[in-house]
Nanobody, 121 residues
Framework: QVQLVESGGGLVQPGGSLRLSCAASGSILRINRMGWYRQAPGKERELVASFVSGGGTTYADSVRGRFTISGDNAKKMVYLEMNSLNPEDTAVYYC???????????????WGQGTQVTVSS
């Protein structure tokens, strides 16, 4: 029983900021990879930001310089600080992680249920 729960979404004006949080819970041995995706209506789900192998980070070109991904390993949480938001950032944001469960040998992919971010004046 592993689950991811997002929070922090809401309505914000253009140019504003939001901070999203994702909490992982359950029988977790280790988190191999963790990041954020988003999906706007009628659009494909796209990678926004992610921690990658080796501890590095990757960002979508559209958010690089405006968004920052960070994590708290002890709390099993990941955050997405979003600045200088524009209407094109409006989407449902999903937390995603590859997690190896206690007693397991390989990681499996998990998704949160999403949190709505709406950027509008």
């Amino acid at each position: 029983q592993v689950q991811l729960v997002e929070s922090g979404g809401g309505l914000v004006q253009p140019g504003g900021s939001l901070r999203l949080s994702c909490a992982a819970s359950g029988s977790i041995l280790r988190i191999n990879r963790m990041g954020w995706y988003r999906q706007a209506p009628g659009k494909e789900r796209e990678l926004v930001a992610s921690f990658v192998s080796g501890g590095g980070t990757t960002y979508a070109d559209s958010v690089r310089g405006r968004f920052t991904i960070s994590g708290d390993n002890a709390k099993k949480m990941v955050y997405l600080e979003m600045n200088s938001l524009n209407p094109e950032d409006t989407a449902v944001y999903y937390c995603n992680a590859e997690i190896t469960r206690i007693g397991g040998f390989v990681g499996h992919d998990y998704w949160g249920q999403g949190t709505q971010v709406t950027v509008s004046s």
